[in-house]
């Protein structure tokens, strides 16, 4: 089997209401996705989502008449373009996509088929007001999801300590609450400076009492050794690592335990076989392998097939936090939208491959 053709388009759909992303000081008033189609010699196309693919025009000879079955040499060759460019990886969920179709399996049995669901998380995104926090935190248990995340600016935390209290009080014991601090993800242009370990620790005492279930990125990637500390000193899960895009970075990280765990996109940092490399080596020593997920539903059915092929856990990120971020609002590119069941799981498609259709008449109304 050859590649024949690789084609790329650009979706934009407006948002409205728009979505006020607690990492971004700019308002999403629209949601741009990126869709990848690898075409083959015998007919099969695959698809891929999650990044911006910018920049791949000038390598897209690299896989012209290359076999997309070996996956091998195009995780190979996609890291050779790493160092030069951006990260490319929505090609090898395509590839994937290709090899599941051949094989007639979902892709989740070729990572071993350790689970067919997953419980998911909501992952909330906007910095709300404990009032509003509250009532997010029931309506979100009343959809069916067993757990939920809430952001916090640890640089002014104080507000988002209430919204996470009052989301607890809100739900008692019937919804675990995850907090995170996104100290290593940074948007392009962000210069500001991360709140320091000891402001941090004391936070993190606060959340303890409030029965948090786990603490991301409380600081920046660099502070390995600080984020041990937190671990050891707190009791508190610390988790992180969604955009090391390093295979030896996240060896160094499970090698020192310093993270409860791990969290790396298969879409956005290592890719989808790296992935399942790294999430096994984080469960043999009894971590856990939550990949980030914050993207559409091809991005999100991309790190789902890895986690549940491998077993990870012990949740899995949904993105959700309506009326800004909604599945439908989300996955506006595909003929169903991605979504969890009523008991709050997220299945495994069935289908061969990923498991997702576009929806072609969406692509061309929103294509930029």
């Given amino acids: 089997m050859k590649i024949t053709e690789i084609r790329t388009r650009k979706l934009r759909r407006e948002l409205d209401p728009p979505f006020f992303a607690a990492w971004d000081p700019v308002p999403r ?3 741009d996705a990126t ?24 390598y897209e000879d690299l896989f012209i008449g290359t076999d997309p079955l070996n996956i091998i040499e195009q995780v190979k060759r996609i890291e050779t373009i790493n ?71 640890p640089n002014n935390w104080l507000p988002g300590l209430a919204a996470v209290r009052a989301a607890r009080e809100a739900v008692g014991d019937t919804l675990e609450i995850m907090v995170d601090l996104n100290q290593s993800w940074r948007m392009a242009g962000d210069t500001a ?35 041990g500390r937190l671990r050891a000193e707190t009791g508190v899960r610390i988790t992180g690592g ?37 999430g096994e080596l984080a469960i043999v020593k009894g971590r856990g392998f939550t990949p980030h997920s914050w993207t559409n539903g091809i991005g999100v059915l991309a790190n789902l097939h890895v986690s549940a092929g491998i077993g990870g856990g012990p949740y899995f990120e949904f993105p ?3 009326p800004g971020w909604t599945p439908e609002r989300r996955d506006f590119m595909l003929t169903r939208p991605v979504d969890i069941d009523t008991e709050g799981y997220l299945h ?15 692509c061309r109304r929103w294509a930029l």
């Fill in 242 to 278: 969604e955009m090391i895009s390093s295979v030896p970075e996240v060896i160094d990280y499970l090698e020192h335990d310093s993270l409860d765990i791990y969290q790396m996109d298969v879409v956005l940092a290592v890719g989808m076989h790296r992935a399942r490399t790294l």
């Fill in 320 to 322: 959700y936090d309506p």
């Fill in 348 to 362: 495994v498609p069935t289908a061969p491959g990923i498991g997702c259709e576009l929806d072609e008449e969406a």
């Fill in 193 to 227: 400076t991360r709140a320091d370990y000891v402001t941090v620790r004391r936070l993190i005492e606060r959340l303890r009492d409030l029965d948090i279930y786990w603490v991301e990125e409380p600081l920046p990637y660099v502070d390995r050794e600080g984020l």
């Fill in 83 to 153: 160092f030069h460019a951006g990260r490319f990886w929505p090609l090898e969920v395509a590839c994937w996509d290709i090899i599941g179709q051949a094989a007639n399996m979902p892709v989740a049995q070729f990572f071993g088929g350790a689970n067919k669901k997953i419980p998911a998380y909501a992952s909330t995104g906007e910095l709300r007001t404990p009032e509003q926090r509250a009532e997010s935190a029931l309506a979100i248990r009343e959809a069916g999801f067993r757990a939920m995340k809430i952001r916090v600016d």
């Fill in 35 to 58: 869709i990848v189609e690898v075409h083959t010699d015998e007919g099969l196309v695959g698809i891929g989502s999650g990044d911006t693919m910018d920049g791949f025009a000038a």
């Fill in 29 to 31: 008033r629209h949601f």
